[in-house]
């Protein structure tokens, strides 16, 4: 008994030696695979954590936010008051909560010296103590208070204007008007997304009740906010439609599609995650396989003096359990903070998380670790087939049957470098998979983004938000006026002299406008309050349509798929819209797309009698000059006009675009950072890769250096077949980038109502310079590593069985 426990203690000291020599002996190998380990825990940890709040983001805001099932806003005083008796008769209708608020324009926002702010749509102001829906700051904080004297505002109005928190703003509405201190930035589930891009002002209720006490507001401005708890939505879609004044109506799952934009950057942060993944599995999978398979000596050696197979398996499971329970300890603490980081972009206007804390990232991390002893278990099966004397020869028998690659040296003139870096890759594409499998996802993925973010900067989608024309005007004054007060032959009478103060100033133009109206529509015996565009000075048969013809006469219409869907009504059907002087049954003649209210939208004849007092929204006003101008000369003009008109927001078609979709700047922001990132992956797995090509090569590197290779045509030769695999992948990334780009985000528009896209494809981008900056990256990295080389002598040979 003494004798076996004597030799277990021997035993248990003698594989203790054995990994402490393997960890100082292979250090190098064994840092690049802590550190695989350690990324691949990050990665995996703060993915799935990411893909599980993304997945229930919006559902999630929108409970914290108490926001229910439906929402309706209306406009004007005559529409006040009366809701609640229409929704106490709804039967479908579980609950309801109103505020009241006051509308406005960027025009009743100002800097203290007077110069204007930016507002995208229509400012909407409330006492923060009737608010039925719950705020949050930007530590996500539930905020129900603020000071008299001061104001919280929603969205990136502080940001975009150059303000900070403590500045003051002067707000002027009818004839009252108010400095009020910026106490800070809130979260507003309902109008915070960038699509609604409304902005929403929270005041103290004294200050409320001063702007409310004045009879111009009252009379012209006020507005409800209405949030419905149903369980039937159609049913109420049709109960809701005789409450007077609608602006706006939205379905809980319409509100989550206004964070489309939000999300689309949240779904590309998630596919980054599930790429950083799969790379760090592919590494770490030829990292232990090659480390395992670098010590096929000791293997032999341990076999020959009698040790079993599963003690020496074990051995090496002991190994990687200690550095991947390091790795996973540390990654799963790096994992928070990445996370974060990555999400950062998203949870901006949204309040982003899940009800499970760091329980996912402390599954994954456990998980992680279990897949790599996987690894290492798997890995280690060769032990059982292997000999003593097939260890000592490193695991090859010397014999082979098959040609390696078509190229022959005698019949060749490259160089010897070149000539061998391609025979390389040639004869054992499987040894180079991983370099190829790592650099095409990052690559392909990086080019998708780039390809998405010129679109967006692109005059490619103007037919989603209208007609193509020469410059865009944003005055949301003059608008917020003829929604009010005006009717439409004032607003064409505006518009026409409008053309003429820009014509007279050298700049012959017509002047036009998309109008939206909210109208009752009676489909299949139910009614819904469905918003209809119609134009002046654009004829309706200028709109681009994807099936049939545009309307021809006033009982002639065209709707979107989303409203086809809704009211059952195909090309050719009937449907009964009641304009408020008559009804009229309307044909539907044709399809077509648009991102304006989400894609649900009805587009009438210009001769539909339409009344300015169903108003819902005004766009912008539309130029295009009769001259025809170069695209110098618009932009010229651009600059004239603003100074004309006093106005900042005039733009080209491109502009208009960006301004629209209002989410190109953060996406270029996580363009960037999966640039980064991509480049970060390359450098390691580069690095990785060709040390453990250098440590396996080491006999046939000093035998090159022994028949006289110089050091240059060997670091040539080390650093050209890095190069050449990931210029393979950087043309097979660029070549699939187009159809996936289309296969993945073509989805994603069709959410916000565009069925068919035309993507912007920058060849310079895509075939030239995201290329060219992955490739210059690997050419660097294994040049760096490959001067390692340097310390191999020629005297190395002798270790060559």
């Known amino acids: 008994m003494l004798q076996c426990n004597h030799n277990d203690k021997r035993s248990k000291e003698m594989y203790l030696n054995i990994l402490k020599k393997d960890l100082k002996r292979k250090k190098t190998m064994n840092m690049i695979l802590l550190v695989f380990i350690i990324l691949a825990t990050m990665f995996v940890a703060s993915g799935l954590n990411n893909v599980f709040t993304v997945m229930n983001g919006t559902d999630y805001y929108l409970d914290k936010a108490e926001i229910g099932d439906f929402v309706v806003i209306t406009m004007g005083n005559e529409s006040t008051g009366y809701a609640d008796g229409i929704l106490d008769k709804a039967d479908c209708v579980n609950g309801y909560k109103i505020e009241t608020c006051i509308f406005g324009s960027q025009d009743s ?3 203290l010296d007077g110069a204007e702010v930016e507002t995208k749509n229509t400012a909407m102001f409330q006492s923060i103590s009737d608010a039925k829906l719950k705020f949050f700051n930007t530590a996500n904080k539930s905020v129900s208070a603020v000071n008299q004297g001061e104001v919280l505002i929603t969205g990136k109005f502080i940001e975009n204007n150059g303000f900070k928190v403590g500045d003051y703003i002067r707000i002027k509405l009818g004839d009252v008007e108010k400095e009020l201190k910026i106490a800070g930035k809130v979260k507003d589930a309902f109008l915070g997304s960038d699509f609604m891009g409304n902005t929403r002002f929270l005041l103290n209720q004294a200050d409320y009740d001063t702007f409310l006490a004045d009879e111009m507001i009252n009379a012209h401005y006020l507005g409800e906010v209405i949030y419905i708890e149903t369980d039937d939505v159609k049913a109420t879609t049709s109960a809701i439609a005789d409450i007077p004044g609608i ?18 950057v949240a779904f590309i942060i998630l596919i980054l995650s599930v790429c950083l993944i799969i790379v760090s599995f ?52 790096a994992s928070i903070p990445f996370g974060n980081m990555l999400i950062m972009s998203v949870s901006e206007n949204m309040v982003l998380g899940n009800d499970v804390g760091f329980l996912i990232n402390i599954i994954s991390a456990v998980g992680t670790v279990i897949i ?37 040296i005698g019949k060749t003139s490259l160089k010897p470098s ?27 993925f990086v080019l998708m983004l780039v390809n998405t973010v010129a679109t967006m900067k692109s005059p490619n989608l103007i037919t989603t938000f209208g007609t193509e024309s020469n410059l865009y005007i944003n005055d949301v004054d003059g608008v917020m006026k003829f929604m009010n007060t005006g009717d439409k032959e004032s607003l064409s009478d505006g518009l026409n002299n409008l053309s003429d103060k820009i014509s007279d100033d050298g700049m012959p133009c017509n002047v036009s406008v998309d109008i939206q ?6 489909a299949m015996g139910n009614e819904y309050a469905v918003s ?25 219409i065209a709707v ?79 600059e004239k006009i603003k100074e004309l008109l006093d106005v900042e927001d005039v733009m080209n078609a491109t502009e208009y675009c960006i301004d629209c979709v209002s989410v190109v700047p953060t996406m270029e922001a996580v363009q960037v950072l999966l640039l980064a990132i991509t480049i970060v992956v390359v450098i390691l797995v580069t690095v990785l890769v060709e040390r453990s090509f250098i440590s396996d090569e080491k006999s046939q590197t000093a035998l090159l250096k022994a028949i006289g290779f110089q050091y240059g045509t060997i670091i040539s030769w080390n650093t050209l077949r890095f190069g050449i695999v990931a210029l393979a992948a950087a043309i097979l990334a660029a070549a699939a980038s187009i159809p996936m780009t289309e296969l993945c985000i073509t989805p994603i528009y069709g959410m916000m109502g565009a069925t068919k896209i035309k993507f912007n494809i920058d060849p310079l981008q895509i075939f030239l310079i995201y290329p060219t900056i992955i490739f210059t990256v690997t050419i660097i990295s294994a040049f760096l590593t490959s001067l390692y080389t340097r310390k191999i002598k020629s005297s190395d040979t002798a270790n060559i069985e």
């Not at 706006?248 to 206004?258: A, E, H, S, V």
């Not at 000539?419 to 996802?441: E, G, Q």
């Open 109 to 111: 926002v100002s800097h």
């Open 247 to 264: 602006a706006f109506t939205g379905t809980r799952d319409t509100l989550k599609m206004c964070y489309v934009m939000e999300m689309i």
């Open 282 to 333: 592919v590494v770490l999978r030829f990292s232990i396989g090659f480390t395992i398979a670098e010590e096929y000596r000791e293997i032999g050696v341990m076999k020959a003096i009698g040790i079993k197979n599963h003690k020496i398996r074990g051995l090496y499971i002991v190994k990687y359990l200690m550095m991947s329970v390091i790795g996973g300890i540390i990654g799963f603490f």
């Open 372 to 408: 790599i002893l996987l690894f290492a278990y798997g890995c280690t099966s060769k032990v059982k087939k292997l000999t003593p004397i097939d260890a000592i020869r490193s695991g090859q028998t010397g014999e082979r049957f098959g040609k390696k690659s078509f190229l022959r």
């Open 418 to 444: 070149v000539y061998m870096a391609l025979n390389d890759v040639l004869s054992a594409p499987k040894r180079f998979m991983t370099i190829i499998i790592s650099f095409f996802l990052c690559t392909l």
């Open 517 to 522: 109206y909210k109208y009752k529509v009676i």
């Open 532 to 556: 209809c565009a119609q134009s002046l000075n654009i004829p309706v048969g200028e709109y681009d349509y994807l099936e049939g013809s545009a309307p021809q006469n006033r009982n002639e």
């Open 560 to 638: 979107t798929p989303k409203i086809s869907e809704m009211l059952g009504a195909e090309i050719g059907d009937t449907v009964t819209i009641d304009f408020g002087t008559e009804k009229i049954d309307c044909i539907v003649t044709a399809y077509f797309q648009t991102m304006n209210n989400l894609g649900e939208l009805i587009r009438l004849h210009d001769g539909a009698p339409t009344d300015m007092s169903c108003v819902s929204s005004i766009r912008q006003y539309q130029v295009d000059f009769t001259d025809n101008p170069s695209e110098s000369e618009i932009e010229s003009r651009k």
